[in-house]
């Protein structure tokens, strides 16, 4: 089982390019629970702890109230100023929190989260998941704001020294940002090739591959091949993997998982296996209609 941690894609900058898909962020209206809030007030009487500040910044997080999950990240990088995690985690939380307000409002989130996604590679350097989201920042922010695809390339460049189907799959994202579809598809297709261990699903190499990557790195792996027609099979791995670890910290809704792969058994003729997962989108979300 995967582990709870806040690597988290940025929604802001996601990857809404490919086939114009939006998958939403899982909300949560958290000021009518009157017991979170009761919680949280009992959390917050607390010593300041490093323990009792990430105490409060899970208990916000399941309910995705991330005003919140900013505040006490704030205040526990104040405690432990050299973790780079922190730095990342708060930038995760600003890139979420930016989806949710006006472009206005969002300004100066968008200078937070960049700043401490900054940070945070300063720390560590070889933080594959900052690597990603400095890409994704570099490459879909306007230029009055910062974006540069020459940063965006720097970044998927060291990327690919690390991991190299992330890189590819950073240098794919670019080239889409960039409107260059056919060469995106070159990078995302060889990309798969470098993912060969996805081919006999098993759960164990998964978790292996997965468990210091983005949190929602698998669930790139499988919209990529939905999307593009990119090997099925390997596909459907990713998305499995991601549905079989889902739990109440993640951020995108799982009814969305459970539809692509509802998508993907179609185009192999799954039929029994495309309706178990149909079914089950309604289940999880009986409104659910795809963007």
Known sequence: MRSFSFFWILFFFSWISLAQEKTPFTTYDFSADQE????????????????????????????????????????????????????????????????EISKFNALPYVSAMKSNFLKAHELDPRHTPTLMALVQVYAK????????????????????????????????????????????KE?????????????????????LYFRDKSQNLSYQIGSIGLYLNID??????????????????????????????????EKIKEKEKAVYFRNLTFEINPKFKPQ
């Open 36 to 99: 979170y809030l009761k919680q949280l007030n009992f959390l917050k009487e607390k010593p300041s702890t490093k323990k009792h500040l990430n105490d409060i910044v899970l208990w916000a997080t399941a309910h995705k109230d991330y005003e919140t999950v900013i505040s006490y990240f704030s205040k526990l990088i104040d405690l432990d100023q050299g973790n780079p995690l922190l730095y990342f985690q708060l930038a995760g939380a600003y890139g979420i929190r930016i989806d």
């Open 141 to 184: 922010l306007p230029g009055f704001l910062g974006g540069s695809f020459e940063k965006a390339k720097y970044y998927s460049d060291l990327l690919y020294e690390i991991s190299t189907a992330e890189g590819l799959i950073a240098q794919g994202f670019i080239l889409e940002s960039q409107g260059e579809t056919l060469k995106a």
């Open 187 to 207: 990078k995302f297709t060889k990309a798969f090739v470098e993912l060969s261990f996805l081919e006999a699903c098993n759960s164990k190499i998964n978790e």
């Open 232 to 265: 099925i099979q390997k596909s459907i791995c990713a998305l499995n993997y991601y549905l079989n670890n889902f739990n109440e910290y993640d951020n995108l809704p799982k009814e969305w998982v459970s539809y692509k792969l509802s998508l993907l058994y």
